[in-house]
């Protein structure tokens, strides 16, 4: 559980929120697009603001670097790890359960 918690703490700090995208040390981009956190804010925040049309909504799309944002692929990217996930879950039951209770 720990372990977890600490991975999940790092994808968030990567995801862009804290540090924008354009600000994350290149050693750390990997974490930026590894972490599914990244694709559902990206999507959630350039929905949120896309039709606004005060300078304080395209300023926070400019600063976080979400002026275009493909929804589709990160739903799409999301659906992948959701996929993932269970795929991994299946064989590690598949490959560990030995019948009995």
Known sequence: IALG???FGMFMLCEGFMVPRDSIPDYWL???YLAFHS???E???FK???NE???AARGILTKYGMENVDVSRDMLLLIVYIVGFQAIFAF???KFHTGRR
Do not use: M, N, P
Request: net charge negative.
């Open 43 to 45: 999507s959630f925040v």
């Open 48 to 50: 949120q603001f896309e």
């Open 53 to 55: 049309t005060s300078d």
């Open 92 to 94: 590690i039951l598949w």
């Open 39 to 41: 694709y559902s804010f």
């Open 5 to 7: 918690a600490g991975v």
């Open 30 to 32: 990997w974490g930026y």
